[in-house]
């Protein structure tokens, strides 16, 4: 696939009868932070008639110019930037310009070398709110999340065929998030053709069947492959449970890393069929592998009530908090399954806990896992910290960004 394309001008720009979202007094501070996201409390004033994901000018109270945006006209975020620049003119030449950033921006030294799976877009990230695109192989995954990429999204595609070549691009927008944009979920062929079947990928010298079509998110759990590359190297001789398994990431790691045995647990079938064939994808016989399908929360107390016990145990649990206002009830849950796992770890196990809620910062997540520790009876210290891949990068005017993050506890050794 080819990954840049040579970049072409920028036209003038044209500022006529475009509608514009005139913002509240003193509601233009986090545009000037560069903040991409304008409230529907921001706002005092809509300008003309612009559908859902059109262009709009979004200016201050004083009639300031302040960007240009995507109008979202059912979300509570009404405009989504996509410049603070007043000559760039959003159209195709923009577009390209952006896509091609995002695509050359990972040519980060490691990241390509032995994965040929990886997030070529990130959103708000990569100054192209509400896109994501991740590619596999020669596959490409969109997710269109927002009413402003619904907009363009044609376009979208066609660049994106254009600047990797890739021989197909799927599209995966069946995210429950396009609801609050008024958005009918949707996922189908966007370009090309659609793999038969599960796709192979490689992922730091590894292989996993990727089913691009049915498997979660876009197929794969991208975000955590340094992750699962740090368990490899850290489950030497250790007996591991490997809790919300998916498709295998993490236990074929620890395998691979030469754990002793490997116990995973998740509630669907489909997950731990396509775990299974995942280890005999890598040759990897199973002997000291065994599945157990359930509840983590009601696994996790039955192995406890049986004495069991693990060096190492990884809770990879899914969103439970995707908006702040869930926060509480998410914190109860991680709470819950933490203080379980550091009562099953072995003096000197290993915890590698995370959260994928945006709703739970970093701080809130070690303050959880830390009262679960003191609740458990456990004395444990915090080793590493643990994100999510640089392919995932996150804006330093877009915090909210950083939604994945994990840390590796150690119990006290006996
Ligand atoms: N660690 C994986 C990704 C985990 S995704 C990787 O690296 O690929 C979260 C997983 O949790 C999904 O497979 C989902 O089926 C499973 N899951 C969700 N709720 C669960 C529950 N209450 N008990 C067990 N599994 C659950």
Known sequence: ??????????????????PALKLKVGREKSLLRRHPWVFSGAV??????????????????????????????????????????????????????????????????????????LRLVHGESDGLPGLVVDCYAEFLVVQSLSSGIEYWKESLADLLLELTGAVGIYERSDADVRRLEGLEEH????????????????ENLLKYWVD??????????????????????????????????????????????????????????????????NLALNGIAGENYSQIQGDVF?????????????????????KFAPTAAQAQQAARGYKDINLLAFKLLRPGGLLVTFSCSGGVDAALFQKI????????????????????????????NFPEGAYLKGLICQVEPG
């Open 212 to 277: 691009i079509q049915t498997g979660h998110k876009t197929g794969f759990y991208l975000d955590q492959r340094d992750n699962r590359a740090r368990v490899r190297s850290l489950a030497s001789g250790r007996e591991v449970l490997d809790c919300f398994c998916y498709t295998g990431g993490f236990s074929i790691n620890a395998l691979e890393g030469g754990a002793t045995s490997v116990t995973a647990v998740d509630s669907s079938a489909e997950a731990l069929q396509v775990a299974r064939e």
């Open 44 to 117: 005092a004033e809509i300008v003309g008639s612009p559908v859902n994901g059109a262009t709009v000018r979004v200016v201050s109270a004083s009639g300031e110019f302040l960007g240009w945006a995507a109008f979202s006209k059912y979300s509570q975020i009404s405009a989504r930037l996509w410049s603070w620049q007043e000559s760039d003119v959003v159209g195709n030449a923009f577009f390209r310009k952006r896509l091609s950033a995002a695509i050359a921006a990972r040519d980060i030294p490691g990241l390509k070398d032995d994965s040929n799976a």
């Open 187 to 202: 996922s189908g062929i966007l370009r090309g053709q659609a793999p038969v079947g599960p796709l192979q990928i490689n």
């Open 369 to 396: 896992v830390a009262g679960a520790a003191l609740d458990a009876g456990v004395t444990a210290a915090i080793i590493e910290q643990l994100h999510q891949a640089p392919d995932h990068p996150i804006g330093l």
């Open 298 to 318: 009601q696994v996790l107390r039955s192995l406890r009530d049986g004495r069991r016990s693990f060096d190492m145990l990884i809770l990879d649990p899914p």
């Open 1 to 18: 696939m080819r990954w840049i394309s040579s970049p072409r001008r920028v036209r003038k720009p044209v500022s006529s009868n475009i």
